[in-house]
Every structure is written in C-alpha cells, then in structure tokens.
C-alpha cells in the first residue's frame, strides 16, 4: 500500500509517506452544525527520501494571518496500483509539526 500527497499541486510526496490518519471530529449536535465539523489528518513519514520534505516544515512557520498558510491537500491511498481512497483538504493548514531524529535504525 503506498500513499500520494499532493499540497497546492507544488510539492508531491509519495516514497516519504508512511501512514496518514483522518479524524472526523462532528460537534455534539451534529445535524445542526454541519459546517462546524473539525477535520484533521496525521500524515506520518521519513525525511530524507528524495523528495522536499523541507516544504512541510516551511508551511508550518508561517503565520495564521498569512494567506499562503491554507494549502489544498490531496491524499491518496493506492494499492496493488488501484485507488483505494482520495481525500481532498481544499483549505487546510498546519496545526502542529513534529520531527525526530535518531542515529539507531539504519
């Protein structure tokens, strides 16, 4: 299974991704708040793949007030080279950036 993340059509990333997890967060009343839903999603990977892993941690530092700060994020999980689901952000930002380092596992 591999997965495809598309940001702004810009920065591609696919041998980088291990695994994404979507959360749907709907308020108490959720027929009444509808538009209220919190979505988010938890993509985890490796840096040093290849590919501009760098570009994640530039979106992260910009600020809530910069328009360039919501991005449209687009994952993708394939498997056996089929399409097994799509997600689109159309406007989505970044709540928290995490990296971690080690010298063991290589």
């Not at 760098?54 to 994020?73: F, G, I």
């Not at 995490?98 to 596992?105: A, D, I, L, P, V």
Request: aromatic share 12%.
């Amino acid at each position: 299974m591999g997965f495809k993340v598309t940001i702004s059509g810009e920065t591609t990333l696919e041998k980088c991704v291990q695994s994404t997890s979507l959360r749907i967060d709907p308020p108490d009343n959720y027929i009444d708040s509808f538009p209220y839903t919190k979505n988010s999603i938890e993509i985890t990977g490796l840096i040093g793949t290849g590919e501009p892993t760098h570009r994640l941690y530039e979106w992260s530092l910009l600020q809530a007030n910069d328009p360039l700060c919501y991005k449209e994020v687009i994952v993708e999980e394939i498997k056996a080279d089929v399409l097994v689901r799509k997600v689109i952000f159309s406007k989505a930002f970044v709540v928290n950036y995490t990296e971690n380092y080690t010298n063991t596992g290589f």
